[in-house]
T-cell receptor
């Protein structure tokens, strides 16, 4: 089965450091999402792209978060500077349409100390 | 704004028991409704969906009926197995796929042999 690949799987970093998370969507999928999962808030939509163009990033703290798709095979989510409250699992998902379902990666577990 | 409320659990059942996980929603329009499942260490995957009132989604023995009058989309299964142990997320999309999904906080299901 085709998979969404996220790297790294785990990341521990110190407060103030830059963190970059990467996602390889399934080939041919034109929509890519970034979600953040925490115990308190559950799953929150951070940003999404269609055909590599950013459509909505209203869920992201703009002062420290940025999301890009430099090409169709790579999406990145960057946090600079990182803070302890950014500790969460970050999921990337890709798909063709809502009704066909989105495929999620296994997530990046970020811990900021 | 849109929201999804579901029982948080954990829900613990014995194998072959009947399962119901409640889900209710608030939306301004006529949303499509979804159940996603997350197995340990993995990303979410689409379990079933319904796009209009009275539609029944089904997959792998799970069913859910879109009830507009009660704004509900409860997940049911007649006889659960240990392999059904996972976290189940109810979700909606209110804008034809133009935006990402709004998820509930998830229900952790534990099936004991």
């Amino acid at each position: 089965d085709a998979r969404v690949t996220q790297t790294p799987r785990h990341k521990v970093t110190e407060m103030g450091q830059e963190v970059t998370m990467r996602c390889q969507p399934i080939l041919g999928h034109n929509t890519v999402f970034w979600y953040r999962q925490t115990m308190m808030q559950g799953l929150e939509l951070l940003a999404y792209f269609r055909n590599r163009a950013p459509l909505d990033d209203s869920g992201m703290p703009k002062d420290r978060f940025s999301a890009e798709m430099p090409d169709a095979t790579l999406a990145t989510l960057k946090i600079q500077p990182s803070e302890p409250r950014d500790s969460a699992v970050y999921f990337c998902a890709s798909g063709l349409s809502l009704l066909s379902g989105y495929t999620f990666g296994s997530g990046t577990r970020l811990t900021v100390v | 704004g849109d929201s999804v409320t579901q029982m948080e659990g954990p829900v613990t059942l014995s194998e072959e028991a009947f399962l119901t996980i409640n889900c209710t929603y608030t939306a301004t329009g006529y949303p499509s409704l979804f159940w996603y499942v997350q197995y340990p260490g993995e990303g979410l995957q689409l379990l079933l969906k319904a796009t209009k009132a009275d539609d029944k989604g089904s997959n792998k023995g799970f069913e859910a009926t879109y009830r507009k009058e009660t704004t509900s989309f409860h997940l049911e299964k007649g006889s659960v197995q240990v392999s059904d142990s996972a976290v189940y997320f109810c979700a909606l999309s209110d804008k034809g796929g133009a935006d990402g999904l709004t998820f509930g906080k998830g229900t952790h299901l534990i099936i004991q042999p």
